[in-house]
């Protein structure tokens, strides 16, 4: 096992496991029922929906393959592939509002800065992997504060509703954050993995059922 698979107990790594496991079976009928509810509305819904379903299954994917890996070797590429999706996973979520609730200039310029900014942010996990995290922590906090430039207009065409569940994701994924920085102490991360969950899930209602 490798130094940094042994930083979680037996137990707290199959709670990694199996609760990502979960996400992934969840992630996967949630982009069917998205294609499905999508499907009559338009191109775009369909394709925005496509995006942040299919954004989601990577996600929980590259997870559970990550940390149910024990070859050292195996393991450290997958870890790069679960760093990646993370970037692929926050622009995907932004697609469905930028492109179906915003205005269409403000909303394509932030879809535009959203994946640029995960191109980036794959791209210095690719080619210069273990190197720059300051910057590529950085380049996640940019991308996860983004709305903040665009809250109020989003907040005025965005249901009420759907900005409450917008926000708790939000909330969510800062706590998980922050339980993740706390690396040395006993199940953090199996913590941050069940916040990941909530927040993907405070985050697929309001896309669900108040974008789409």
């Given at each position: 096992m490798s130094a940094e698979a042994a930083?979680?107990?037996?137990?707290?790594?199959?709670?990694?496991?199996?609760?990502?496991?979960?996400?992934?079976?969840?992630?996967?009928?949630?982009?069917?029922?998205?294609?499905?509810?999508s499907y009559s509305l338009s191109y775009v819904a369909l394709i925005s929906a496509?995006?942040?379903?299919?954004?989601?299954?990577?996600?929980?994917?590259?997870s559970t393959l990550y940390h149910r890996a024990t070859n050292p070797g195996v393991r450290?590429?997958?870890?790069?592939?679960?760093?990646?999706?993370?970037?692929?996973f926050i622009a995907g979520t932004y697609t469905p509002f930028t492109l179906l609730i915003l205005p269409a200039a403000t909303g394509w310029w932030i879809?535009?800065?959203?994946?640029?900014?995960?191109t980036i942010?794959?791209?210095?996990?690719?080619f210069f992997t273990g190197r720059f995290k300051l910057l590529s922590t950085g380049v996640y906090l940019f991308m996860g504060?983004?709305?903040?430039?665009?809250?109020?207009?989003?907040?005025?065409?965005?249901?009420?509703?759907?900005f409450v569940w917008l926000a708790a994701g939000g909330v969510v994924y800062t706590v998980g954050?922050?339980?993740?920085?706390?690396?040395?102490?006993?199940?953090?991360?199996a913590a941050f993995h069940i916040m990941v969950m909530i927040g993907g899930g405070c985050h697929y209602y309001a896309i669900y059922q108040h974008v789409l």
């Open positions: 930083q979680y107990s037996q137990c707290e790594e199959q709670i990694n496991i199996w609760s990502h496991f979960i996400g992934l079976l969840l992630a996967c009928a949630g982009l069917v029922m998205l294609v499905l509810k496509v995006i942040f379903g299919f954004s989601m299954v990577l996600l929980f994917l590259a450290a590429r997958l870890r790069v592939l679960d760093h990646c999706a993370i970037f692929v879809f535009g800065i959203s994946w640029a900014l995960a942010g794959i791209t210095l996990k690719l504060w983004l709305i903040v430039f665009v809250g109020k207009t989003l907040l005025e065409n965005l249901s009420s509703q759907g954050a922050l339980l993740y920085s706390f690396k040395r102490l006993a199940y953090t991360h």
